[in-house]
C-alpha cells in the first residue's frame, strides 16, 4: 500500500458509508469510485482491494484514537478520572463515525482476521485501560483487579453498547451514555444497600434505551 495524500484520504471516509449500505461482500471497488470520486487508476495506484480500503480506515482511525486516549492517559490526574475520559473518547468514536463502526458490527468475522488491527486495537484500547487500571490501584482510586480480564470486559462492554444505538438507529449521546457507564463500570454493579419491599415494587431505572 503507498502513501495516502491529504486529498485522497479525506474522501475515503465516504466508502465506509457505501460498505456499511451494501455489506462488504456486496460492494465493488466500482461502487467506491462512485461514492468517493477517487478515479479507479488513483484508487487501484493505492489499494489492492476493497478490504484494503477497509482496513485503511479502520488502522486510522485507531491511530487517531490511540493519540487522544495517550493524552489523556498521561495527565495527571486520578486514574478514576482518567479513565472516565477515555471512556467517553471511545463512545465518541461511535458517535462521529457510524458507518465505520457499522461496518465492523457487519463485516466483524472478516475485519477481524485484517492482520494489523490486532495491534491497533491493542495500542488504542487495551494497553491504556492496563495502564490506568495499574495506576488506579496505585493511588486508591480503582480497585486492584486483573488488568487483563477486566480490560477485555470493558472493551466489550464499551463496544457492545456503542453497536446497540447504531444498530437501532438511535443518536448516540455521548454525555448520557457515559455518565450511565461511569456508573456501571467505574461505580461498579454491587448495591450499597438492599432496596426496600416498596423500591422492589417500582421498575428499575433504565441505563439503556
Known amino acids: 500500500m503507498r502513501q495516502v495524500s491529504e486529498g ?3 474522501a475515503l471516509p465516504k466508502a465506509a458509508s457505501v460498505i456499511a449500505e451494501r455489506g462488504l461482500e456486496n460492494t465493488r471497488m466500482e461502487d467506491i469510485v462512485a461514492a468517493t470520486g477517487i478515479p479507479r487508476p488513483t ?18 482511525l485507531l491511530r487517531d484514537l490511540t493519540v487522544d486516549v495517550g ?12 479513565f472516565a475520559k477515555v471512556v467517553r473518547a ?5 458517535a462521529q463515525h457510524r458507518d465505520l463502526c457499522a461496518v465492523l458490527l457487519s463485516d466483524l468475522g472478516r475485519v477481524t482476521r485484517i492482520p494489523t488491527l490486532a495491534e491497533s486495537i491493542w495500542s488504542a484500547f487495551h494497553e491504556p485501560v492496563r495502564k490506568l487500571l495499574d495506576a488506579g490501584s496505585r493511588d486508591g482510586s480503582l480497585r486492584s483487579v486483573d488488568a487483563e480480564v477486566a480490560g477485555s470486559a470493558i ?5 457492545m453498547v456503542g453497536l446497540h444505538y447504531i444498530i437501532t438507529g438511535q443518536p448516540i449521546d455521548v454525555d448520557v451514555i457515559a455518565s450511565r457507564l461511569d456508573n456501571l ?12 419491599d416498596a423500591a422492589q415494587q417500582t421498575e428499575p431505572e433504565r441505563w439503556l434505551p
Open 185 to 196: 463500570i467505574l461505580g461498579g454493579l454491587e448495591m450499597e444497600h438492599r432496596p426496600t
Open 90 to 94: 471511545y463512545l465518541e468514536v461511535f
Open 71 to 82: 493524552h489523556i492517559v498521561d495527565r495527571d490526574e486520578p486514574a478514576r478520572d482518567r
Open 43 to 60: 484508487l487501484y495506484y493505492h489499494f489492492s482491494s476493497k478490504e484494503e480500503i477497509l482496513a485503511w480506515l479502520l488502522e486510522r
Open 8 to 10: 485522497i484520504a479525506g
Open 155 to 159: 472493551f466489550g462492554a464499551l463496544t
